[in-house]
């Protein structure tokens, strides 16, 4: 079975600050890592992922995360925080081990609230 | 650019109708997904799809059914709403084991 948790419901940030958004997995074989953002009202937008190759992923809006296979951790990241990156954050994985489609196991989401 | 499209943003039903939420993509994606997204619970997936008349049950399959004749479209029945499953219900499709493109979300309520 796999999991992902996000620890943290809400995370508040100053505008220009850096920002994290903490997600740790469990998969019993190797996982498929992906983060998603949803504004107000809309569906899900695929923001990066991991599949294989470098750690330091880089995906839309400024944003990149870290595959850390020891702490079985992808924690989000960005530089420096715009008001405009508020929204709705998910992690999801899937075992790559997995057959078939099946679909992605996600966490219960982050509000990530950035203050002028 | 991947386009997912819900039939309807909005929906009220009554308790005991018989619900249709129509989803179609326009990528000839294998695989397509129906969850339900509920404050603090995340998403959940009901059903999944491989292929043409292929059908996987999610995690939470009980009260819903799922049907595709074709490629593009993957359809999700209630067969007798309930209160319980008001709820946001997101489409999403995928090629094999790639990321999924979503769809804009149907918010269903059931009185």
């Known amino acids: 079975a796999q999991s992902v948790a996000q620890p943290e419901d809400q995370v508040n940030v100053a505008e220009g600050n850096p920002l994290t958004v903490k997600c740790t997995y469990s998969?019993?074989?190797?996982?498929?890592l992906f983060w998603y953002v949803q504004y107000p009202n809309r569906g899900l937008q695929f923001l990066l992922k991991?599949?294989?190759?470098?750690?330091l992923v880089k995906g839309s809006y400024g944003f990149e995360a870290e595959f850390n296979k020891s702490q079985t951790s992808f924690h989000l990241k960005k530089p420096s925080a715009l008001v405009s990156d508020s929204a709705l954050y998910f992690c999801a994985v899937r075992d790559r081990g997995g057959g078939g489609a099946d679909g992605l196991t996600f966490g219960k989401g982050t509000h990530l609230i950035i203050q002028p | 650019d991947v386009k997912v499209t819900q039939s309807s943003r909005y929906l009220v039903k009554r308790t005991g109708e018989k619900v249709f939420l129509e989803c179609v993509q326009d990528m000839d994606h294998e695989n397509m997904f129906w969850y339900r997204q509920d404050p603090g619970l995340g998403l959940r997936l009901i059903y999944f799809?491989?292929?043409?008349?292929?059908?996987e049950k999610g995690d939470i399959p009980e009260g819903y059914s799922v049907s595709r004749e074709k490629k593009e479209r993957f359809s999700l029945i209630l067969e007798s709403a309930s209160t319980n499953q008001t709820s946001m219900y997101l489409c999403?499709?995928?090629?094999?084991?790639?990321?999924?493109?979503f769809g804009p979300g149907t918010r269903l309520t059931v009185l």
């Open positions: 991991y599949i294989t190759g470098d750690n």
């Open positions: 799809s491989y292929d043409v008349k292929m059908k």
């Open positions: 998969v019993s074989g190797n996982p498929y």
């Open positions: 999403a499709s995928s090629p094999s084991y790639n990321e999924q493109f």
